[in-house]
Every structure is written in structure tokens, then in C-alpha cells.
Nanobody
Framework: HVQLVESGGGTVQAGGSLRLSCTASEVIYTRYCMAWFRQSPGQEREEIATVHPYETHADYAASVKGRFTISLDKDKNILNMQMNSLKPEDTGMYFC????????????????WGQGTQVTVS
């Protein structure tokens, strides 16, 4: 299966921006639905953004819509997420995942997960 490695997390003040990346071991642009999940302290992991193959469609959770942008770099097998106007409630561990199928925001039966990258908004 594809292997995924996240990067780009860190600590930022409220209102600031971060860009997360998820580097894949193989081509993802044409083969996989890709998603970002977030697990905040004391809460379950939630799916916050999904992009379909060929970037035909992207969906966002209400909590991040208008602030976060998910995208695929097809030449580098990288999934990105630009996060703007960050809030303290965006604090958490962020994971990327890959699947062969997705319906709207929901990734179906993820095949692979990254190890996560921590985002802290103070």
C-alpha cells in the first residue's frame, strides 16, 4: 500500500497560518481519494477535508470551510493543506489518509495513514 508522511505542523498564534504536507510513496493524484483528519485533545478523530482523484472535487467540514484549502501536487505526489485564520480550537494532531473511494467528505475504508503532525494554536 501507499505510505504517507506528514510534515509542516508547529505552533502558531491565533489568526496565523500553517501549511501541512503529506508526502506519498507513490502516485496519488490519479489513484486515491485523500483526506486530512484532526484529533483534538479529548476528542475523536474527525475528517476535515477530502479531495477526490484529479482534484475533481473537494469537501470540507463546517469547522474549517473557508479557512482551510486541500490540494494535490500531482508532480510531487504530495497532498497539501493550507490553513489560514487559525483558531485555538484547531489545535490537534493532523493525519493524512488515502483510500480508493470517497463520497463527499467521507473517505471510505482508508488504506493508509500517516503518523501525524502536531498543530498548536495559542
Amino acid at each position: 500500500h501507499v505510505q504517507l508522511v506528514e510534515s509542516g505542523g508547529g505552533t502558531v498564534q491565533a489568526g496565523g497560518s500553517l501549511r501541512l504536507s503529506c508526502t506519498a510513496s507513490e502516485v496519488i493524484y490519479t489513484r486515491y481519494c485523500m483526506a486530512w483528519f484532526r484529533q483534538s485533545p479529548g476528542q475523536e478523530r474527525e475528517e476535515i477535508a477530502t479531495v477526490h482523484p484529479y482534484e475533481t472535487h473537494a469537501d470540507y467540514a463546517a469547522s474549517v470551510k473557508g479557512r482551510f484549502t486541500i490540494s494535490l501536487d500531482k508532480d510531487k505526489n504530495i497532498l497539501n493543506m493550507q490553513m489560514n485564520s487559525l483558531k485555538p480550537e484547531d489545535t490537534g494532531m493532523y493525519f493524512c489518509a488515502a483510500s480508493r473511494g470517497c463520497r463527499g467528505l467521507r473517505l471510505e475504508a482508508p488504506l493508509a495513514w500517516g503518523q501525524g503532525t502536531q498543530v498548536t494554536v495559542s
